[in-house]
């Protein structure tokens, strides 16, 4: 037998002894020595300053002052089994919340991956989803708004401030309209698109997919800003410019246009993570979604 109630709390043991009229029977029904039911009670008595039963030569019965307290005690009780029904909800993932947060070119088929096997395999959790830039993300993470985000960066190091976890690392490719001098090869190099215009997110590259190009002396000509990738491929489409598309964004390309590899020489492979705040350990909800996130991840790298 336990010598001191460990998963019940003072009022149920209240409860248990008023039910029962006896400690010995209530330490029987809990588990716990007669003693230790004893001293729970006198516990609670002391927290109220009355005694809350009079101890009788067989067994025990309620003061006025316990019978006062009995209906508080069973409102108790039922919220705490309904705490514990939510609280084992939530580490089975029946129920909970996770709340993600993705770079743009993540929503083209690695994150509506992971999310349809995430509620067909979890329908009780609530899914909520923000979209922006990696930075934007690992803000939302450090202040506790999101619980995982999927970010990407070019440099030989994880994102900082955040615990990541590697998906997958994508390449680039050139969107060219049909009919471009370049559309058939294997792969190009900038510098053979020096006098292209390009469609990019920001007239300033190097706030764009083409900042780590720029090492290498390369300065694209923005000629249009588009940060959405429809507008992208509908400009490039219609002859106005090139632009960049990570792999992930690839199988959404429209069907009149020329995708091309950009030359690994030209920038490196962007690195894609997971990322969950550091220093506090994920969800059930998160880790559960991490790990599909890891399946699709793999699904699309082979």
């Not at 043991?13 to 006896?22: D, E, I, K, N, Q």
């Not at 930075?135 to 506790?144: D, E, R, S, T, Y």
């Amino acid at each position: 037998m336990a010598t001191m109630p460990t998963s019940h709390s003072l009022y149920e043991v209240f409860l248990h002894v008023a039910r029962l009229a006896s400690f010995t029977a209530a330490a029987r029904s809990l588990g716990y020595t007669q003693s230790a039911v004893s001293r729970q009670i006198q516990t609670l008595e002391d927290e109220w300053g009355t005694p809350l039963f009079d101890r009788l030569p067989r067994g025990v019965r309620l003061t006025e002052a316990g019978r006062i307290l009995l209906p508080h005690a069973q409102a108790v009780g039922e919220r705490l089994r309904t705490a514990r029904a939510e609280l084992d909800a939530l580490h089975t993932l029946g129920a909970g919340r996770l709340r993600i947060g993705a770079i743009s070119s993540a929503d083209a088929a690695l994150l509506p991956r992971a999310l349809a096997a995430f509620r067909a395999r979890h329908p009780g959790v609530a899914v909520t989803r923000t979209e922006g830039p990696s930075a934007k993300h690992l803000a939302l993470l450090a202040a506790g708004d999101i619980d995982l985000a999927v970010v990407a960066d070019t440099s030989a190091e994880p994102p900082l401030g955040c615990t990541p976890h590697h998906l997958l690392d994508e390449r680039m490719y050139v969107a060219l309209p049909h009919g471009h001098r370049l559309a058939g090869r294997t792969d190009v190099r900038l510098a053979e698109l020096a006098d292209e215009e390009w469609i990019a997110a920001d007239t300033r590259p190097e706030e764009t997919l083409m900042h780590s190009a720029l090492a290498g002396g390369f300065r694209p000509r923005t000629g249009f800003v588009a940060a959405d990738w429809i507008a992208k491929q509908g400009f490039v489409a219609a002859g106005l410019g090139v632009t960049l598309v990570p792999a992930l964004a690839a199988s959404s390309a429209r069907a009149d246009l020329a995708l091309v590899p950009l030359h690994p020489d030209d920038t490196p492979r962007r690195r894609v993570y997971a990322a969950t705040p550091r220093g506090i350990a994920p969800s059930p909800a998160a880790l559960a979604f991490l790990a599909l996130l890891k399946e699709a991840a793999a699904g699309l790298a082979s």
